[in-house]
């Protein structure tokens, strides 16, 4: 963006100095990066919406309309297009006064504020943030030399002005929403990672992870050049394109770091390749020329990943940026990683999060693959973490992880044990990069790849060797059909599986046609990864549903993997649209997107390992010996039977046997319990889990939500078999709340009430001590 320090070619938002950007028309000096702005605006606006109610206005009297009688239309002081010079906001709210007379109309400055008297406290605070915005973009507006961006900062200082007069929330007008392209900034690279990098050994694979969310950061924070910079340093640019993308950017991206009246997006969660194309180049130079710069100042450790690794990250990224034929951009991308997706999330799309005031933070390239600071907590670091009812100790969980992973305890072998998983050989082949897994089909718009077309003669050729009662041509059909695709098993250079299917978004749901591996490749868990593979591809576009007519020996194969006779999708939804087969059995998969189904039988066998170890330690414990008492050698007549070393431990063990035996009467008491919690007047935030909309950042802070309505649900099921189990989920609810909002917030408040209440209501049923 333009300012009078001169920004020629965008500048990097953030380096090995811990630069941040510029604020809108600040001009670039000291003092006047994101962090100070940002911070600046949100102490104003702490100041102004603690202040007194006549304080509050006063203030936005000289926003609001008239409200006399006589038709008045006068809109305020400020209704005007910005004068010549800045106001000067502090010397002039220091003298407002309601019995004053408008400047703009002869009616009291209280007529302008009457359809504020009922107004609660919250959207007055709301109405005041805005009000704060439009005075610092009036300001940018005088500040900015630049014509393009004086007049998105003028847009939007209109656009905040008709919020405070209509009482609304400011919404941009535009022709497009975000996301601008697809696939985005930040799923390019994301597949640019898997492409390339996928057939690494993980903790390899997981140093480029760290350079692609370096990259994505940067992206996030970068300047970019203003429009007529832009023209003076590459003429024969598309100028129009860009400018629309500047625009945007400012909009969406840029203003919103300091003016959260407005919702603020991720640079490369937004947009696409275009953006990407017209800073790459400049941008890449700058930051290794940086990094050069400042190499004395980076760690040891890190020297090598930023000088060596980074220049040769960029250089590849740079071929798939500006080719014409790269994979990573297509919507139909799905590389052959071990983990499927591999996540690099760079933030929240939008981080005006529910009670919860976020601002940019500081990122450096020293800091990638670090700690965070002490003065800069993560949300969810578990040594920060409140504890809960119920909880195993972190320290606990790592101990036993080290013993499960450690090379030494559990030796390095070949050969697969009897109880490994079914796809478990297949996931190590592909780890190896001896399979590989690739999403094709014909196109009747481009040029046809020789590759892809010996692909698809070699699915035609397996499906119809392994599904002979199906016709050849009625295969060749629908292999060859622009609207069917197939998930192909690659060996060798050669097909020897797939799965054929045809995508129904509009519908909700998948067909799959074909799925067969050649017999000579069979019993070794291929068809198992095939699906768990076509699962996440579905995943990432957002299907949810297969359907399949599945003939007597397929049967048992879906049935394997998660599908059933029990249709989940409505029927009106698929009559119609898939294909009607005689004699075969209708059947369907429900996905649920929250698991990584190429790697869910790992996590598994992990999870019950963890819980094996922590078994024997929890037997080793109880099976505990205690020495003799030796105190009545020493005289004493009598001890209180509490006091004796694994007494305590035998009363828990007993009550937990009690409540196993009768748990009718216990599922009775945390019913009664439970309907009295909900009835509370506190208990009214917790009712359903927390919605995205809401707030889009609490799913990245709370890691384990809870609610009431899961704990009613739980509770119909009998999943509470002790009181430790329900009072653990409970806990939950209200450490989640305090972990999330602040502390004066309301929903902070109805925690500690709530939560002191049910323990009155636990104590009464005497599930613990009074």
Known sequence: MADSAGIQQGSPAIGASGLVPAAPGAGGTEGSGAAGGSARIAVKKAQLRSSPRPKKL???????????????????WKSQNPPPTPPRTDQQSSTVNLQEPCRSCSHTLGDHVTHLENVSEEEMNRLLGIVLDVEYLYTCVHKEEDADTKQVYFSLFKLLRKSILQMGKPTLEAQESPPFEK?????GVNNFVQYKFSHLPSKERQTIMELAKMFLNQINYWQLETPSQRRQRVPNDDAAGYKANYTRWLCYCNVPQFCDSLPRYETTQIFGRTLLRSVFTVMRKQLLEQARQEKDKLPPE?????????PKFLSMLEEEVYSHSSPIWSHDFLAGAPAGQIPIHTGNTHPHSLNRNTHPQRHTLQAVGEKRKPSEPLPYEENKRPRVVGDIPMELINEVMATITDPAAIPETSLLSAHSARDEAARLEERRGVIEFHVIGNSLNQKPNKRILMWLVGLQNVFSHQLPRMPKEYITRLVFDPK???????????????????????QGFTEIVFCAVTSNEQVKGYGTHLMNHLKEYHIKHEILNFLTYADEYAIGYFKKQGFSKDIKVPKAKYVGYIKDYEGATLMGCELNPSIPYTEFSVIIKKQKEIIKKLIERKQAQIRKVYPGLSCFKEGVRQIPIESIPGIRRLLTVLTLQKEMKDPDQLYSTLKTILQHVKSHPNGWPFMEPVKKTEAPGYYQVIRFPMDLKTMSERLKSRYYTTRKLFMADMQRIFTNCREY????SEYYKCANLLEKFFYT?????GLIEK
Request: charged content about 25%; glycine content about 10%.
């Open 58 to 76: 006063e203030k936005l009297g000289v926003y609001s309309s008239c409200k006399a009688e006589g038709a008045c239309k006068c809109n305020g």
């Open 183 to 187: 696939p985005s900034i930040e799923q």
């Open 302 to 310: 890190k020297r090598t990943l930023i000088l060596t690794h980074f």
């Open 484 to 506: 069917h695709k197939t998930l192909s098993l690659i060996k060798d250079g050669r097909v020897i599986g797939g799965i054929c299917f045809r995508m129904f978004p509009s």
């Open 741 to 744: 909002n602040p502390p004066e």
């Open 761 to 765: 209501k636990i104590k009464e049923a």
